[in-house]
């Protein structure tokens, strides 16, 4: 069965757009792992699947690469509004996703703006294994939790250069602080509009961006009192702007581009 896909990155974000309005869905954690296999399916950071919905454009429901489910992807929910919007010919749809219903607007220069919605910062949201202050956790380098509809743990460091991500995220991926995991991002404030960011990405490794990473590492930076309400956020593969202004949404806006479309079999 020949399976109809769009790969699409934001700011090296990579994922991979399937779309099933009219259709059944086929995707399982099982297919999902083949699809993210980088040798020997597609490869991705997340899998997008385009369903039918009642009370929106589309909805979506997100993979990882490993075959997990997770409820919101910040650059992937902004490359299928990037396509919708094409196809009514607007510059503004709503899409649900597992965070609820999401309004992504077009703007200047290939951008796309998403309003992720409003940051969880309740220690039973995150979810943490107990009742504790999620701005200063009881972990070395103190990090701040939130979370965007997945969990994110953030450390803010003199150097970012200095850290081997690679090394000591999969260990704070599996903190038992965690119960659900967490993705983990280490921080360098280059001045209050201006970040640098690395990222373990939970169920993905070492993405070369990450748009609902880049929110939660904004929405604690805030919460230190660190960064202003408009944030520059510079990852390995690019930069986005993330906006809050310490309650209600968290507003993600960055460039999207295709790379590819195709089919693949799944037997």
């Not at 599996?174 to 991002?185: G, K, Q, W």
Request: glycine residues 12%; contains cysteine.
């Amino acid at each position: 069965m020949p399976l109809q896909f769009v790969k699409m990155h934001a700011h090296g974000d990579d994922f991979i757009i399937v779309d099933r309005r009219g259709l059944d869905d086929p995707i399982t954690p099982q297919i999902a792992r083949r699809l993210g296999n980088r040798h020997t399916g597609i490869g991705f950071n997340q899998l997008a699947v385009v369903l039918d919905c009642e009370d929106a454009v589309a909805r979506i429901k997100f993979w990882n690469p490993n075959g997990t489910a997770l409820q919101t992807c910040g650059s992937a929910t902004r490359g299928v509004a990037d396509r919708l919007m094409h196809e009514i010919g607007g510059d503004s749809v709503v899409l649900r996703t597992d965070r609820g219903l999401l309004t992504c607007v077009r703007e200047s220069g290939r951008r796309v703006s998403v309003n992720m919605g409003e940051p969880s910062l309740d220690w039973a949201s995150v979810p943490l294994a107990e009742a504790i202050y999620t701005g200063t956790l009881p972990i070395d380098g103190s990090p701040a939790a939130c979370s965007m509809g997945n969990p994110h743990c953030t450390f803010f460091v003199d150097d970012i250069n200095a850290i081997d991500v690679a090394a000591v995220g999969p260990a704070l991926e599996l903190h038992p602080l965690f119960p659900a995991r967490t993705n983990v991002h280490f921080v360098q404030v280059l001045d209050r509009g201006h970040i640098r960011l690395r990222i373990w990405e939970r169920g993905g490794g070492v993405p070369l961006g990450s748009g609902s990473c880049c929110c939660g590492a904004v929405v604690n930076g805030i919460r230190r009192g660190l960064l202003d309400a408009t944030v520059q956020v510079q990852c390995d593969g690019g930069t986005v702007t993330v906006h809050w202004a310490g309650e209600g949404g968290v507003v993600l806006t960055g460039s999207v581009e295709p790379i590819m479309q195709g089919s693949v079999y799944l037997s």
